[in-house]
């Protein structure tokens, strides 16, 4: 084991006294002086947090699994409040750092800063022990590969002393994970964000093995059941921090217009891909065109099981359960019937900043209150073949927003948002919640904790009447999480 590897294992397992035993009998008895005098160096030039996993304990009260990540953020957030002290007055706050350019990567460079403003996903991999969650087994993932470059990024970016960060060993993880962004070709970075966050639920996800679940048919006359039903089923499939903050539910409608038959569906969602029109003026109008009903005919028309063939049919998207973090995507790209971009539409989009009200929009009884603010958005400029990424993001110390071009970054004012609006491209919101400055609060979901989804928050009385008519809730956890968290 190299100096690197013990540091990594320190760092990670401080918060066992087995293990800060077993650190100081290493550096107290072993014969390399040369490398415990070397850890000790990186130590002092990069700080490390000590990282806490999932477990609570008090002295008056047993161990118990944490509900949220609150304990994590609390600790983030005074390690990086001694970070400040120590760092003195300084021109950038922390956080504020440029990254590399290594060839047409502004697309991932622009993502990266959008994801690092982030607070819970950022704290996470900074202040918890998310090795422990590492699914070697998914062959859907890395076996950790890139998580583990995610955060020694992640790290380098809060933590570090560099004013810029090139994200070579990310970047070369990256392209085992999705082979189609080697090279230095331009890349959407819708498409980028898509992917990485797929590769780190995957690489983070809590089932080893997923059991088979047929989708459920519903008629619409019991949604909020079917909604939780829906959502119970998805989580004994996929269940990690990347759901816990990025996915929402939403519920599809589609009726034969024949013999009027009804098939909803609820489905989980992690970002809204909105169209544009000619007629879209404001976030709201392109939402309002996504929510809209639309008809299905001709190549498109639906089959009927009613009927028992294709018929024309009506199909209506409604927002049902948001998440905690929203990213809305403007489809400002056009493809060709080959896959090819086609043209770019440069349509002003206003967007809000602050206050961003979803109540009308959301349809369920028993969600938080959707009430948004906007903290980072990927711009894109230029054309198809001679674009360029941006990035705007609200910096968690300063209240101040930042715009980073590459390895440039400098704070901005407000006003600047009215400039961009041909090329606001992926906007990133956090639900406001007063109790907690920056973030909302993540809860840790589990197949066996209906009262942390994200159906049951407001309505307790609503998760008392699915308790009591599930008579066999909770159901027994599948084989692989028998000795584990459900």
Known sequence: MNVEDIKDDVDMKQNSPRTRSKSRNISTTTSNTTATTSLKRRRSFRPSFLRVNSRLSSPNSPTQRARNYNHVSDAVASQFQEMQTARGISHLPIGVIGLTNLGNTCFLNSSIQCLSATIPLTDYFLGYDYRSEINHDNFLGTGGKLVKAYAQLMKDMWLGRQLTVAPVAFKAQLELFAPQFKGYHQHDAQEFLSFLLDGIHEDLNRIKKK????????????D?????????????????L???????????????????????????????????SVHCRSLED????????????GENQWYCSQCQKHRDATKKTDLWILPPILIVHLKRFKFKENGRMGSKNEAPIAYPVRNWDLSRHVQSQG?????????????????LGSGHYTAYALNRFSEQWY??????????EERAFRRNQSSAYVLF????QTARKGAPVIRRQSVSRPDLWPHTQVQD???REFTRQSRKWPPPPPLSETNSET
Request: with cysteine.
């Open 461 to 463: 009385r609503q998760f």
């Open 429 to 432: 919101y956090n639900r406001c």
């Open 224 to 240: 909020e059941q079917d909604a939780i039903e829906a959502w119970k089923n998805y989580l004994c499939r996929d269940k990690s």
């Open 211 to 222: 059991p088979y679940i047929e989708d459920k048919d519903c008629d619409g006359t019991s």
């Open 286 to 297: 392109c939402l309002r065109l996504y929510l809209a009903k639309e008809t299905l005919s």
């Open 367 to 383: 969600s938080e209150y959707p009430l948004f603010d906007l903290y980072a958005l990927s711009n894109h400029v230029g054309g």
């Open 403 to 412: 715009e980073f071009n590459d390895t440039h970054c400098h704070a901005m």
């Open 242 to 276: 990347i759901v816990d903050i990025f996915q929402g539910q939403l519920r599809s409608e589609v009726q034969c217009l024949k013999c009027r038959h009804k098939n909803i569906r609820f489905e989980p969602f992690m970002y809204l891909s909105l169209p544009i």
